[in-house]
């Protein structure tokens, strides 16, 4: 009798699965945003339960599939990644959240408007520094990050608003973030994470295409649009356009003058905000150090405190003390935002912490309920049409990620 009961199960588990992948594959070939591919997860009671990748990791002379292992430029996926990091760095005690960071670079960091207020490293973890990105965040290894900083640039800095008063998110954030983690530790940003966190956890790719294996840039995704590259000009019925990541005509190259870059000069060199290649799988891996807290198979990456305090309510909109993003963003912790019940599947139901990312045609979902051990990671390799012309029907997400989400909750999760 449970030889036969253990035999239904699979044979329902077999049929969810099918109907999920059919589900899947419908959304990435919708042509109202085609997707030039797609590969997700979901976690169950602190186990991998469901994967799936449709579409091309390369479209053209050279296609190939996506697969299990094919790495993503995650974008903004990658600041939650890059605070393991700075956990790390704190557990070590080379770090602490509330020290005034100009202790960490070697000059005062300040708001001109508000040249008083010492600025931390909760601050910028948490998008309340006061910093702004319309005078830029990412400069090449030739640009100390010092000069711009301290420049008194128009956007640099809030004016009418000082450090912890407002939350505005902010990409600088993490290129301060990453230069004060080099100068910490005197190691450069890329290779810092790969012996924080992607060693330990055996986890390929990194922030530095230029040192995969020949293994590994055979296997990240090429980032499209149906979009020229400088323009706002889609075509949906024209060629996939590659964004970023395009290794057909030859390896990646080095960042420009990274031989003399100095260390602790300019975090931004390796994109602490957006620049991580890793697949799903392996952000599964992540998912599940984080549910068992800390721990992934027989190593402590992050001790639980750790953990705990990173996953925290830091921020919470109150009605005046941030901008939300169209109601996105009401609650922060250390490197990640907060979801409430009804903002990510239909219907609500899925309480969650983790991050969304946006670049390069890439869209990308990471999202942990950390009590129930549930989560599910999408990472979406390049749209057809413009993003804006296919709106989320509940959230500021696009109704394609919606889909996504929801087809996971409700089968690999609920397992209905």
Same mark, same amino acid.
């Given at each position: ?20 992948d059919q589900?899947l594959?419908?959304?990435?070939a919708?042509?109202?945003?085609p ?14 339960q469901?994967?799936f990748?449709?579409g091309?990791?390369?479209?053209g ?7 299990a292992d ?14 393991f990091g ?9 770090l ?11 000059y ?24 702004r ?6 400069w090449g290894?030739e640009?100390a990050i010092r ?11 809030a ?7 407002y ?10 973030i990453g230069?004060?983690?080099e100068k910490?530790?005197g190691e450069?940003?890329?290779r810092?994470m790969?012996?924080l966190?992607?060693?330990?956890m055996?986890?390929?790719?990194g ?5 995969f294996?020949a293994?590994?840039i ?8 149906k979009r ?25 190259a080095a960042? &420009?003058n ?7 000069? *300019? @975090?931004t ?5 957006? /620049? #991580?290649?890793? !697949?799903?799988?392996?952000?599964g ?5 984080l ?11 992050l001790?639980?405190?750790?953990v &705990?305090?990173?996953f925290s309510?830091?921020w919470?909109? *109150? @009605?005046?003390?941030g901008?939300?993003?169209? /109601? #996105?963003?009401? !609650? ?12 990510l599947?239909?219907g609500?139901?899925?309480s ?10 890439l ?9 129930r051990?549930?989560?599910?990671v ?11 012309s296919n709106?989320g ?8 990620e919606e ?5 996971l ?8």
């Amino acid at each position: 009798m449970q030889a036969l009961m253990g035999m239904l199960l699979m044979a329902g588990a077999s049929g969810i699965a099918a109907t999920l992948d059919q589900e899947l594959a419908a959304v990435a070939a919708d042509q109202a945003m085609p997707l030039a591919s797609l590969s997700v997860l979901a976690v169950r009671g602190g186990k991998v339960q469901y994967q799936f990748q449709t579409g091309q990791r390369r479209i053209g002379a050279a296609a190939a599939p996506a697969n299990a292992d094919t790495m993503y430029r995650i974008a903004s996926i990658s600041k939650m990644m890059t605070t393991f990091g700075v956990m790390r760095l704190i557990e070590q005690h080379l770090l602490e959240l509330d020290t005034d960071v100009g202790q960490y670079l070697g000059y005062a960091l300040r708001n001109p408007h508000f040249p008083d207020r010492p600025i931390t490293l909760r601050m910028l973890l948490t998008h309340t520094s006061s910093l702004r990105d319309e005078a830029g965040y990412f400069w090449g290894a030739e640009v100390a990050i010092r000069d711009r900083l301290t420049s008194g640039a128009p956007g640099m800095w809030a004016g009418e608003a000082g450090p912890g008063d407002y939350f505005m998110y902010t990409n600088l954030n993490w290129g301060v973030i990453g230069t004060i983690m080099e100068k910490v530790s005197g190691e450069r940003f890329d290779r810092l994470m790969k012996r924080l966190l992607l060693d330990p956890m055996g986890l390929r790719g990194g922030y530095n295409p230029a040192e995969f294996t020949a293994e590994e840039i055979d296997n990240v995704a090429t980032l499209y649009r149906k979009r020229t590259v400088d323009t706002e000009v889609w075509n949906p019925d024209g060629p996939w356009i590659a964004q970023v990541d395009d290794y057909s005509a030859g390896p990646p190259a080095a960042p &420009a003058n990274v031989a003399t870059y100095v260390i602790g000069s *300019n @975090g931004t060199l390796f994109s602490p905000t957006g /620049g #991580l290649r890793i !697949s799903a799988a392996d952000l599964g891996k992540v998912m599940l150090m984080l549910i068992q807290h800390g721990r992934y198979q027989d190593r402590q990456i992050l001790r639980p405190e750790s953990v &705990a305090q990173m996953f925290s309510q830091q921020w919470k909109h *109150n @009605g005046s003390n941030g901008d939300t993003y169209r /109601g #996105l963003y009401q !609650s922060w912790g250390l490197g990640n935002q907060r979801f409430g019940r009804g903002r990510l599947v239909e219907g609500g139901g899925f309480s969650a912490a983790g991050h969304l990312g946006d670049a390069y045609g890439l869209i990308s979902t990471f999202v942990v309920d950390l009590q129930r051990g549930n989560g599910m990671v999408s990472l979406i390799g390049g749209t057809g049409t413009d993003p804006d012309s296919n709106p989320g029907r509940y959230s500021a997400m696009t109704r394609s990620e919606e889909r996504i989400l929801t087809a996971l909750y409700r089968h690999a999760i609920l397992g209905r």
